[in-house]
């Protein structure tokens, strides 16, 4: 009966050790799981800072750099509209062109920017449609005539003109679809679409169709 009763004490003293050694373990894994999420909070915090520091960065300077260029592309227009030599014009329709194009660059880094930073705003407000979508072809003209490429646009018969919404952000898109369409279309020609895809008291959806005869 002794020998039995040694012999339990034993077993259970193993098992105690055995508990014992199970909950250091236990704390050690705990307090390394603790450190390692204390260091990724602390390598989130860092990443976070990091990219609002580059949003407000490529903020600040698209706005900077997108002024003067405003500037530069109006005085083009002016000077454009005066009487000029078939040469100067075609000088100063490149300059138009490359303007307009470096401006929907930098105006894609300050989209993306604010996306980043969670304060991409649109401007609503009311604007004409035609006027509008006859300004973004307007800009991308010279670039599909010096590939002879005929650039159209077609406005369905009943689609409403008169809109409220964000007309920059609508030439934005525009201008870099059909832009993407003359890049890539080397004999035809690229036509801009649009027609009312459905239409309640509230809002009205446009469908917008870009065809082109590229690859």
Known sequence: ARLGAIAVIATVATLIIAAMSIICMLRANARRLREQNEQLEEARQRSEYTTRAKSAFLASMSHEIRTPLNGIIGMTDLVLDTQLTRGQREYLALVRESGESLLGVINDILDFSKIEAGKLDLDVAAFDLVESLEDAVKSLAFRAHSKDLELALRVAPGTHLSLIGDRSRLRQVVVNLVGNAIKFTELGEVVLSVATES?????????????????
């Open 199 to 215: 239409k309640t008291a509230d809002e009205i959806v446009l469908r917008f169709t870009i065809k082109d005869t590229g690859i």
